[in-house]
């Protein structure tokens, strides 16, 4: 599988996915600096990673969406490519028109980092097909703007498409309203576009794949590409380092 | 107005005057002279405190920079190296927190990069008035989401601090921020100003009219009255800041590259003849060609504005076209401005005519320094009482409670929880344990971090509250399995124009050196902020500690909490018989007194070896210091953290009070599974230290017995659930009222 991690002005979380995809799962990646075009073909997963593009200036993503990169990325959403927004990527996405909604500032105003338990609400797509429906996993969140926000009728198609991916639960997969710290709309926390191919979320499962960081719970996301792509190949690498 | 009533306006003194008219011959102009007072005020020269930071022990086979540079380095082994460096900021945040308290952690992260490290990890540690306060309340929140604010969009993680809260910071809180970064040792940079004909740029933001005269501002008493000088604000951009990072990390790949420096404090100024004085070198500069976002600007104003994102580089002539392309690429400009000389001046033109002139190194390094008088506190000898006179409570679990209700021992979560901890994916232990474990990745190293300070044992007892707080430090990076390496400071004093408050300044220099120089933790780097007064107060002499530790095998790191039921809890090193100095006697009973608890050196060193041999050898479970608090409170954390309870019977011939909640020092809770108590007994006999067994882990709350001669005469009999919701809420509820 070929990684491509997309650096925009300001991104921060760009090194985490490199690693994740090079040392963890062992697959050839390469940075795709904010600047660059690249040609569709030449990559099956491109992230989107996390951090503080342009300083969150303006909106968090809306100047990133605006980067030369973006009609590259646009082309390999188009093309069938698996494109994944985690954080700030989530938020670019949004911004970039690719996923529905937007963020709004945390409900306490403030930034909030901690782990939080997220249920999986459809295992039925490439990044979560190593996961069960109603599974509840341990992930880190990190935002200020994590507050997923969506019109009615935007809200009524993603749940009549099953596009909700993840939602924020308590540890036993209720959705309690304190296991929802940033205030998203229906505990929203992963959502997919129509055809499947693109997820944005909020939490980082990039930062949850390594024994030694104490949860494992996020490598099976990247994993789920990875047999998405290799055709049902799963491979065991959770515990590399 | 005479050239001397001008310097004195500026804040220079007769005799400092004079030696300026004896370095040039002749009178100063109004730019010479603004150049005098900004590198020539204690911020930026440390002329107050220059003679007592000679006795700190620097050296060391570890150590690969010491003092005087834009940061410490210390090896780590394996060619890699962490650099690191407190900062304060203190001033600026008691006027505006959050552009105050993210201008020092964005100061702080240059230093780091300036060196050529990647910073890899913050720190911050802050002090407050009471948290029952309206203002205290907005300084306490500003300056947390300053800091995080900043570090978040930096990305990089904040992975430890400690916030104290006490009437003395009241009017003057303090914000230090301390920044770890990782480096290969071929590629450290150092701020020098080598090599004739060399070119001399500016990169990074433009410059303003912001921050002019920080560093005077820095340098005296708080008060209402704005210098009409412009502000001394600075305002952060970490956007650009990060650009700028990405930018110098890829500079200073190239061996091009000879020098460079931070413009932090005192701005172009500071930069110019700092690099100029360490290489023996001048520096010819052209005010008009620095790019600026103000108009009209005046040479002297460019030359002292402390608009922050902001470098100084010097290459080898002909790069110059190299740099501007590696800044472009992160939208940065790279400007050239001057050039390298060999006469030792710093010359400034504007528009290619001569503005001033000084010698570089008068600037760097000629203030005269200043002899302070020194004199013990009457203060001192008023806090030691008789504590036989003091009842016992009858009812320990309700100090229990208060203890844990205290802010200053209550969970920090609402603090670090506006900090992101994880990027970077480095993070092995995150905030909330005795100190953070980051991992390197490539190696199985990691290092420890922690910063830790107790404003309250150095009021008390300046030289004892000195040791202990390298002592502390030095504990909380052992029971996380670490070796203590080096250490870097951030000094927090009054006006050290009073004898009394030297006297503390110097006190605590002493007890942080002594330790230091015994545990061969040498200090690395530091800052020193005076004049942290209001017009009602000083704040607590507040020396603060940053330490790094290196774990050989990360794997091996400890965590405080309690992991497993059965296991048994053990005491090493000895209660003793101290009450002064503890929050229970100032917080529960409104005691102020001391005397501070004593360290003794050597019993530290055998309690820390033994603990981190354990650690090694894989024996316990869980290590956790005893602190703030005493014994009861360090053994809630233990059981608050891993969600478990402990009981235990303890024999003692110390009042129940004291027992539980002194704060005697060298004092290491461990839990373990049964059968390797006597491997740990024989460990701790061969190093002589005592170890006695205070109970074991159980489920579901927090039991002790306190025995003398079997008649039990106090105890603790609470649920883990309650003092975890104590102990959880303290801070949040006095802030959401």
């Known amino acids: ?241 | 107005m005479t050239a001397r009533e001008e310097a004195k306006k500026l804040g220079l003194t007769d005799l400092e005057f004079d030696e300026i008219l004896k370095i040039l011959g002749r009178e100063p102009n109004y730019l010479e002279l603004s150049l005098y007072s900004v590198m020539w005020s204690e911020h930026c020269s440390y002329k107050n405190s220059k003679p007592v930071l000679k006795r700190f022990p620097t050296q060391g086979p570890q150590v690969l920079q010491g003092p005087g540079e834009n940061a410490g380095i210390v090896d780590i082994g394996d060619n890699l190296a962490v650099a690191m460096k407190v900062e304060s900021h203190n001033h600026p945040s008691a006027v505006d927190p959050y552009q105050g308290a993210a201008t020092g952690a964005g100061g702080m992260i240059r230093d780091i990069f300036t060196m050529g490290a990647r910073p890899i990890a913050l720190l911050n540690s802050l002090r407050f008035g009471c948290l029952c306060d309206d203002r205290t309340q907005y300084l306490f929140e500003e300056a947390v989401a300053g800091i995080g604010d900043y570090g978040n969009a930096m990305g990089i993680p904040t992975v430890g601090g400690e916030v104290y809260f006490d009437d003395s910071y009241k009017e003057n809180p303090l914000v230090n921020a301390m920044c770890v970064g990782i480096i290969k040792h071929d590629k450290i940079v150092r701020g020098k100003a080598a090599g004739v004909g060399n070119s001399v740029m500016v990169v990074g933001a433009a410059t303003g009219r912001d921050g002019m005269h920080g560093a005077s501002f820095a340098s005296g008493e708080l008060s209402d009255d704005n210098p009409d000088q412009g502000s001394p604000m600075q305002v952060g951009d970490p956007f650009k800041e990060k650009q700028l990072m990405e930018a110098c990390l890829e500079l200073l790949q190239n061996d091009w590259v000879v020098g460079v420096q931070d413009m932090g404090a005192a701005g172009v100024v500071s930069s110019t003849c700092e690099t100029a004085a360490r290489a023996g070198s001048g520096i010819e500069l052209d005010v008009a060609l620095v790019p600026q976002r103000d108009k009209d600007m005046k040479p002297h104003e460019i030359m002292i504005s402390e608009s922050q994102e902001r470098m100084l580089v010097i290459v080898e002539k002909g790069h110059e076209d190299d740099v501007k392309k590696i800044f472009k690429k992160w939208d940065l400009d790279a400007v050239k401005f001057g050039t390298v000389t060999d006469d030792g001046m710093l010359r400034i033109l504007e528009n290619g005519k001569v503005v001033g002139e000084v010698p570089a190194a008068s600037l760097a390094e000629g203030v005269p320094i200043v002899k302070r008088e020194s004199k013990r506190p009457v203060y001192m000898d008023k806090l030691q009482i008789d504590f036989s006179k003091i009842p016992v409570t009858d009812d320990l679990n309700e100090v229990l409670f208060k203890l844990l209700d205290s802010p200053n021992i209550a969970s920090k979560a609402i603090v670090y929880r506006q900090f992101d901890q994880t990027i970077g994916t480095n993070t092995v232990v995150a905030p909330g344990s005795d100190a953070a474990v980051i991992r390197i990745k490539g190696t199985k190293k990691g290092i420890a971090v922690s910063v830790d300070g107790n404003g309250y044992y150095c009021y008390l007892d300046p030289y004892e509250g000195g040791k202990q707080i390298v002592a502390e430090a030095a504990r909380n990076l052992v029971v996380s399995g670490a070796k203590p390496l080096a250490l870097t400071d951030g000094l927090n004093f009054g006006n050290p124009e009073k004898p009394e408050v030297y006297y503390q300044f110097e006190k605590c220099v002493d007890g942080i050196s002594e330790v230091s120089k015994k545990l061969n933790i040498p200090v690395i780097s530091g800052n020193v902020s005076f004049y942290n007064e209001g017009k009602f107060s000083a704040v607590y002499p507040t020396p603060i500690v940053g330490m790094v530790g290196v774990l050989d095998d990360v794997n091996k790191h400890c965590t405080m909490n309690f992991k497993k039921q059965g296991d048994l809890v053990v005491l090493l090193g000895e209660n003793t018989d101290e009450l002064g100095g503890s929050t229970y006697l100032q917080e529960v009973l409104n005691i102020t007194a001391g005397p501070a608890p004593r360290l003794d050196i050597e019993l530290e060193k055998k309690v820390q070896t033994c603990c981190l041999k354990a650690i090694e050898l894989g024996l316990v479970n869980s290590a956790h210091d005893v602190v703030q608090g005493g014994l009861a409170v360090a053994l809630a954390e233990c059981c608050i953290a891993g969600n478990l309870g402990f009981s235990g019977e303890i024999e003692t011939d110390l009042r129940p009070d004291t027992l539980l909640f002194g704060e005697g020092q060298s004092r290491i809770i461990l839990s373990l599974p049964e059968e390797n108590l006597s491997v740990l007994n024989k460990l701790a006999k061969e190093i002589g230290v005592k170890t006695s067994v205070l109970g074991f882990v159980k489920s579901g709350g927090l039991n002790i017995q306190v025995k003398q001669r079997e008649q039990v005469v106090g105890k603790i009999e609470v649920s883990t659930e309650r003092i975890a919701e104590i102990w959880n809420n303290a801070i949040k509820r006095r802030i959401e009222k």
Do not use: W
């Open chain 1, 1 to 241: 599988m070929n990684c491509a991690v997309i650096q925009f002005a300001g991104s921060g979380g760009d090194g985490d996915c490199y690693h994740v995809c090079k040392n963890i799962l062992g697959q050839p990646v390469e940075y795709i600096f904010h600047k660059e075009t690249f040609a569709a073909q030449d990559f099956d997963l491109i992230i989107l990673p996390g951090g503080a593009s342009h300083g969150d200036y303006l909106r968090p993503g809306a100047l990133a969406a605006r980067s030369k990169v973006i009609k590259s990325v646009i082309d390999a959403a188009n093309a069938g490519k698996y494109i994944l927004g985690i954080g700030n990527g989530f938020q670019i996405l949004l911004e970039a028109g690719l996923l529905p909604g937007t963020m709004l500032i945390n409900k306490d105003l403030k930034f909030y980092s901690e782990d939080i338990f997220v249920r999986v609400e459809n295992n039925a797509t490439p990044f979560t097909n190593l996961y069960k429906n109603g599974e509840v996993i341990r992930l880190t969140v990190a935002c200020k703007y994590g507050n997923y926000y969506a019109d009615k009728k935007t809200m009524e198609q993603l749940k009549t498409q099953n596009k909700i991916v993840l939602t924020y639960c308590d540890i036993n997969g209720n959705a309690a309203e304190a296991s929802n710290p940033l205030g998203s709309m229906e505990n929203i926390a992963a959502i997919a576009n129509q055809e499947g191919n693109i997820l944005g979320l909020m939490p980082h499962p990039e930062r949850c794949a390594e024994e030694i960081l104490g949860n494992t719970d996020g490598i099976r996301m990247f994993q789920s590409i990875l047999q998405y792509v290799e055709g049902g190949k799963i491979h065991d690498c959770s515990r590399r380092s």
